[in-house]
């Protein structure tokens, strides 16, 4: 089963990015950013009538690549002038074709709350996603 596979490939890739960045190390960076108020990404669902999240992905496991050309900060820039509330930006490597730095580059570009879509397996990735580990 894919989900199985997409699963088992996640850890693998987490176990490897502990070698390279200890969770010691993640957790400290990202609890000693200021803690988020106000819940930003709430707010900015509950902002208007009709709200959406917009999704930035350059591939899926059932489609394949979905673009070859992928600006995905023209992408993220077009969602927010549209009127998007959120972002969603894959970061998974392996199935998606996402990467993390994606989720860095679009957060540090837009205004608007941006959410990290992976599977998360581990605590460990959401203290990177708090801080923005590469």
């Not at 993220?76 to 009127?83: F, I, L, P, S």
């Amino acid at each position: 089963m894919i989900l199985d596979k997409i699963v088992e490939a996640t850890k693998i890739r987490v176990a490897k990015e502990k070698e390279v960045e200890t969770p010691e190390t993640v957790k400290a960076a990202a609890l000693a950013l200021p803690s988020d108020t106000g819940f930003p990404f709430e707010a900015a669902l509950r902002q208007q009538d009709f709200n959406f999240i917009c999704e930035v992905k350059k591939a899926s496991p059932s489609k394949g690549i979905i673009a070859e050309h992928f600006p995905y900060l023209d992408i993220a820039k077009e969602y927010e002038v549209a009127g998007a509330a959120a972002i969603s930006v894959l970061t998974e490597p392996d199935f998606f074709k996402g990467d993390k730095k994606y989720l860095q580059e679009i957060a540090s570009t837009v205004k608007i709350p941006v959410l990290r879509k992976d599977f998360i397996i581990d605590e460990y990735q959401i203290y990177q996603a708090k801080y923005g580990a590469p």
